[in-house]
């Protein structure tokens, strides 16, 4: 809740239901770590920013699915936000200690941990729009390729640059996404900022869903 609680009862009905039809069962749940919607409203600089147009406006949650809509472009919180991942990494700590310290908790054989497009990981927009060009993106993918390329110099050879700098490197233009060289393919001589990017991007996809997972192990 947008006062920092959160209500573990749910969790706990939900494992009850299953444990009083067979008490002996060991319960697997999907956990989704996606933010609140007040959360996106009150953090509006870290939610993604599509390449090719604004997002689509937010849906009132009411009687549809948490997660409708998701394959369109909505309004949903970057995976690459690092305020995000912290908040919810401290949130699923204080979930998994409260409902370890319940009688249903020991039920809890497993967990899913749940994000991007239908709990899934799909980056936003995957399907018809271009993710993600937001600041956190934008900080995410410089902190990447200084990870890669160390320096400036490696980096301007591989972009045949000369004026790239990993502390300013730029997020590929729609245009620059749009242009393939080898038909399908991309040319890795002449498109390689393109070709950082989306592996960036799905480094990044990688890279939390392991977060996670680890956390809950």
Not at 54 to 68: F, K, Y
Not at 153 to 171: G, M, N, R, V
């Amino acid at each position: 809740k947008e006062d920092g609680t959160i209500d573990i009862k749910l969790a706990q009905r939900q494992l009850r239901g299953v444990l009083d039809a067979c008490p002996q069962a060991a319960i697997f749940i999907r956990f989704h770590v996606n933010p609140p919607k007040w959360w996106q409203a009150k953090y509006p600089e870290e939610n993604t920013i599509y390449a090719d147009g604004p997002s689509m406006p937010d849906i009132a949650w009411g009687l549809q699915r948490l997660i409708e809509d998701d394959e369109e472009n909505p309004t949903r919180t970057s995976l690459a936000s690092g305020k995000w991942v912290r908040e919810a990494s401290d949130k699923l700590k204080e979930f998994l200690s409260r409902l370890k310290a319940t009688p249903e908790g020991n039920a809890l054989a497993g967990i899913q941990v749940a994000g991007g497009v239908y709990g899934e990981w799909h980056y936003w927009g995957f399907i018809n729009n271009e993710p993600d060009i937001s600041k956190p993106m934008q900080t995410y993918f410089r902190a990447w390729l200084t990870k890669k390329y160390k320096t400036n110099l490696a980096l301007q050879d591989a972009w045949h640059d000369t004026e790239a700098q990993l502390a300013s490197a730029s997020l590929p233009t729609l245009a620059e996404r749009n242009e393939t060289r080898g038909g399908l393919f991309r040319d890795p001589v002449h498109e390689k900022k393109v070709i950082d990017y989306f592996e960036a991007q799905h480094q990044l996809v990688a890279d939390a869903i392991l977060h996670f997972c680890k956390i809950i192990k």
